[in-house]
Every structure is written in structure tokens, then in C-alpha cells.
């Protein structure tokens, strides 16, 4: 079998502390717990939202979050779940694709006060 070898210099920007790749429910947690700890954090999605399938592919909901009587989930599912019940978001649907996104968008962008926004 005959061998090839490669060879490229790549240019490397060393001034993140904190790369995530992939804006679903667990990039935004990564995200947001990084930039809430100072870290300098670069979160990276493919698509125009934030949310994964629950935003993008149109999915209701991430996951059962109660039982009837009690949470289920805590950290950013409880978050989304429960601002997403007041102002504006109430009259969207708590379960819209668009509600789910702004309020991720809106806890990362409070995380991350330095971070830019790319589309």
C-alpha cells in the first residue's frame, strides 16, 4: 500500500479558553457555565438558532418536564421552561420552536457579555 504524506501549517487563534461546538440544549449549558466562569468561550452552531432539533427541527419539546406535580429537570431545561412562560414568550407558546431559541440566545448573549454574533 503506498503512503502520502501531508503537510500544512494552519493558522491557530489561541484566544478562547472555551470552545463548544454545537448550539443544542447541551452546547448552550456548556456555553453559558463556561462564560458564567470567566472563561472566554466561543460557541460555535451550523444552523441560524440555537436549540438543536428542538429548534430547528421543529420538536416541541426537549423532554417531559414534570411529572404532573414536580420538575423533573434542573439548570438551562428549567430555565427555558420557566421564562418561557412570561412576557412575550407566553403569547408564542411555551412550546415554539421561536421562544425556545430567543430565550437560549438571551442566556448565552448574559453569559457570554463579550461574545459576537456570526450568521
Same mark, same amino acid.
Request: aromatic share 6%.
Given at each position: 500500500?503506498?503512503k502520502?504524506?501531508?503537510?500544512?501549517?494552519?493558522?491557530?487563534?489561541?484566544?478562547?479558553?472555551?470552545?463548544v461546538? *454545537?448550539? &443544542?440544549?447541551? %452546547?448552550?449549558?456548556? =456555553?453559558?457555565?463556561a462564560g458564567?466562569? $470567566?472563561?472566554?468561550? /466561543?460557541l460555535?452552531?451550523?444552523?441560524?438558532?440555537?436549540? *438543536?432539533? &428542538?429548534?430547528? %427541527?421543529?420538536?416541541? =419539546?426537549w423532554?417531559?418536564?414534570?411529572? $404532573?406535580?414536580d420538575? /423533573?429537570?434542573?439548570?438551562?431545561?428549567?430555565?427555558?421552561?420557566?421564562?418561557?412562560?412570561? %412576557?412575550?414568550?407566553?403569547?408564542?407558546?411555551?412550546?415554539?420552536?421561536?421562544?425556545?431559541? /430567543?430565550?437560549?440566545?438571551?442566556?448565552?448573549?448574559?453569559a457570554?457579555?463579550?461574545?459576537?454574533?456570526?450568521?
Amino acid at each position: 500500500m503506498k503512503k502520502i504524506k501531508f503537510s500544512r501549517s494552519l493558522p491557530c487563534d489561541d484566544t478562547w479558553d472555551v470552545i463548544v461546538v *454545537g448550539g &443544542g440544549p447541551a %452546547g448552550c449549558a456548556a =456555553a453559558a457555565a463556561a462564560g458564567r466562569e $470567566g472563561a472566554k468561550t /466561543l460557541l460555535i452552531e451550523a444552523t441560524g438558532s440555537l436549540g *438543536g432539533m &428542538g429548534t430547528n %427541527g421543529l420538536i416541541p =419539546a426537549w423532554c417531559p418536564f414534570s411529572d $404532573g406535580k414536580d420538575m /423533573l429537570y434542573r439548570g438551562i431545561g428549567e430555565r427555558v421552561f420557566n421564562e418561557c412562560k412570561t %412576557g412575550i414568550f407566553c403569547h408564542i407558546g411555551i412550546e415554539s420552536p421561536i421562544a425556545i431559541s /430567543l430565550k437560549l440566545n438571551a442566556i448565552c448573549a448574559a453569559a457570554m457579555p463579550t461574545a459576537k454574533s456570526r450568521m
